[in-house]
């Protein structure tokens, strides 16, 4: 089972971009998907995180109100919508599965992307 992010690039502040999170098998037979973030010089962080058996999302407050979090299970993927972005969203982007629904810390995930890079800059 596979997740591959992608969808990065440069983007100024106050732009967005929409990351995608495309999974080898359906996103149905996964509990929940994380998109974190590892910034330059910073440890990972987790952003953003749905629960796939009730399509219950948490969202961490330095991103809140800018990053919402979406599903196709046509396509087997999950998207990061990121709106206003800053300067501080710089960072390389990764997704990752959970068997835990309700999974927000970096070590209840064992699956990870690759990660997609995000630069926001003028």
């Known amino acids: 089972v596979q997740l591959q992010a992608s969808g990065g690039g440069l983007v100024q502040p106050g732009g967005s971009l929409r990351l995608s999170c495309t999974a080898s098998?359906?996103?149905?037979?996964?509990?929940?998907i994380g998109w974190f973030r590892r910034a330059p010089g910073k440890g990972r962080e987790g952003v953003l995180f749905i629960n796939l058996d009730d399509n219950t999302s948490y969202t961490v407050d330095s991103v809140k109100d800018r990053f919402t979090i979406a599903r196709d299970n046509a396509k087997n993927t999950v998207y990061l919508q990121m709106n206003s972005l800053k300067p501080e969203d710089t960072a390389v982007y990764y997704c990752a599965s959970s068997p835990n629904p309700t999974a927000r810390s970096l070590f209840e995930y064992n699956n990870w992307g690759q990660g997609t890079q995000v630069t926001v800059s003028s």
């Open positions: 098998t359906s996103t149905l037979d996964y509990h929940n």
